[in-house]
Structure formats: structure tokens, C-alpha cells
């Protein structure tokens, strides 16, 4: 091998050991920072809801009890209510993603995409937009949608809360749930992450609720 040659290879041999080097380095600097980011501390308020759990009124004067399928009128409006564990009797308000609501039509207005997730009717959603977190506490009744107030997100609840205007980017997680005598009940987890995911929403703008 001619001693140009030589001394390109072993320039490129250095080359390399510095790159891998210095990527081993990056990813050495970045576990710390990772492994250091604080942990969110589950307690049993903040517990995400779990089959079997009761829903609670979350706001107004029957804020705490249990909901019926008699306190949710036909047609809307919604009812936003927190999960609450049957056996310790506490209610999941602790984390802002567990805030659902409730709503009822005429099950054969269900579509085939949320039907299976409903009870007498009636269908549980993330009541966390899914733009930039405001609760999306509003129901237009001319047009039957949920509205978020904050950029005016439309989303239609009898067809799995998919976007109808608006900025959200993605429609709202199904709490699925089943029929207790007169009352609804958690029948699974959410089918999808509730609340803001990372990437999913534009720069700018800001939740006010
Ligand atoms: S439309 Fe709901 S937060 Fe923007």
C-alpha cells in the first residue's frame, strides 16, 4: 500500500472513531437529561380510568354523584363527569385528562364506529380537545356538535367525534362504556390518548379555558 493511501485510510479510520465517538458522547450527555425529567407521580386521583369505574358529575350542583342515563337528555346536551373508582369511593379529577362527557341520542343514530363502545345510547368522550387542551364543554344545537370554545373545534359525537371544522387535529378518544342497571359504567380504557399529543398541533394559539 502506498504511503498516501495509508495515510487516507487512517484519516478516515479517525474520522469515523470521532464520529461514532461523539454520537456515543451525544447519547451519553442525553440519557441523564432523559432519566432526570420528573416523573408524574400517579395517586389514585389521577389513576386513568379503568373498567368498572362509576362517572361522577365533574361541575355544577350534583357535582360528585353518579351519573344516570336519566340525567342525560336526549339529543344533548353533554355532561362532563370524572371517573370514580367503585371500591374507595375517589373520584379521578386529579388529572385533567380523565374529564369526559357524557351524551345521549337514539342508538340507531349511533354510527357503526362508536356504537360498539355506547350503552342505551349513550356515548363517553375525552372532553379534552384535542387542539390545545380546552374543554370542549359546549354543545351547538342547530348543527348537534360538540364545540370547543377556544378556535371553535366542531366535533361530531355521533360519529366517533371526528373533526368537523376546526383545528383539532384528530378526533376524540372514546371512553367505552356499558349499561349498570340505570347507569353507565367505564367498559374499558380510552381507545386512543386523550388530550394534546406531541407534533400533532400547529405553533400558535393558546388554551383560554
Ligand atoms: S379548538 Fe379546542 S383548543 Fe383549539
Given at each position: 500500500?502506498?504511503?498516501?493511501?495509508?495515510?487516507?485510510?487512517?484519516?478516515?479510520?479517525?474520522?469515523?472513531?470521532?464520529?461514532?465517538?461523539?454520537?456515543?458522547?451525544?447519547?451519553?450527555?442525553?440519557?441523564?437529561?432523559?432519566?432526570?425529567?420528573?416523573?408524574?407521580?400517579?395517586?389514585?386521583?389521577?389513576?386513568?380510568?379503568?373498567?368498572g369505574?362509576l362517572?361522577?358529575?365533574?361541575?355544577?350542583?350534583?357535582?360528585?354523584?353518579?351519573?344516570?342515563?336519566?340525567?342525560?337528555?336526549?339529543?344533548?346536551?353533554?355532561?362532563?363527569?370524572?371517573?370514580?373508582?367503585?371500591?374507595?369511593?375517589?373520584?379521578?379529577?386529579?388529572?385533567?385528562?380523565?374529564?369526559?362527557?357524557?351524551?345521549?341520542?337514539?342508538?340507531?343514530?349511533?354510527?357503526?364506529?362508536?356504537?360498539?363502545?355506547?350503552a342505551?345510547?349513550?356515548?363517553?368522550?375525552?372532553?379534552?380537545?384535542?387542539?390545545?387542551?380546552?374543554?370542549?364543554?359546549?354543545?351547538?344545537?342547530?348543527?348537534?356538535?360538540?364545540?370547543?370554545?377556544?378556535?371553535?373545534?366542531?366535533?361530531?359525537?355521533?360519529?366517533?367525534?371526528?373533526?368537523?371544522?376546526?383545528?383539532?387535529?384528530?378526533?376524540?378518544?372514546?371512553?367505552?362504556i356499558r349499561a349498570d342497571g340505570n347507569k353507565p359504567v367505564?367498559?374499558?380504557?380510552?381507545?386512543?390518548?386523550?388530550?394534546?399529543?406531541?407534533?400533532?398541533?400547529?405553533?400558535?394559539?393558546?388554551?383560554?379555558?
Amino acid at each position: 500500500m502506498s504511503s498516501k493511501k495509508t495515510d487516507a485510510t487512517r484519516r478516515a479510520i479517525v474520522g469515523a472513531t470521532i464520529g461514532v465517538g461523539l454520537g456515543i458522547g451525544s447519547l451519553s450527555l442525553l440519557a441523564p437529561v432523559v432519566s432526570l425529567r420528573p416523573k408524574k407521580e400517579v395517586t389514585p386521583e389521577s389513576e386513568p380510568p379503568k373498567e368498572g369505574d362509576l362517572l361522577t358529575f365533574a361541575v355544577g350542583d350534583k357535582a360528585g354523584k353518579v351519573v344516570t342515563f336519566d340525567d342525560l337528555p336526549l339529543e344533548g346536551p353533554a355532561v362532563l363527569a370524572y371517573p370514580k373508582d367503585p371500591k374507595t369511593g375517589v373520584i379521578k379529577s386529579g388529572e385533567k385528562n380523565n374529564l369526559v362527557l357524557l351524551i345521549r341520542f337514539k342508538p340507531d343514530e349511533l354510527g357503526d364506529e362508536v356504537k360498539k363502545y355506547s350503552a342505551d345510547g349513550a356515548v363517553c368522550y375525552s372532553a379534552i380537545c384535542t387542539h390545545l387542551g380546552c374543554t370542549v364543554g359546549e354543545w351547538d344545537a342547530a348543527k348537534g356538535l360538540l364545540l370547543c370554545p377556544c378556535h371553535k373545534g366542531l366535533y361530531d359525537p355521533r360519529h366517533g367525534a371526528e373533526v368537523v371544522s376546526g383545528p383539532p387535529p384528530r378526533p376524540l378518544p372514546v371512553l367505552p362504556i356499558r349499561a349498570d342497571g340505570n347507569k353507565p359504567v367505564v367498559a374499558g380504557g380510552f381507545t386512543s390518548q386523550p388530550g394534546v399529543l406531541a407534533g400533532t398541533t400547529a405553533a400558535g394559539g393558546s388554551c383560554a379555558v
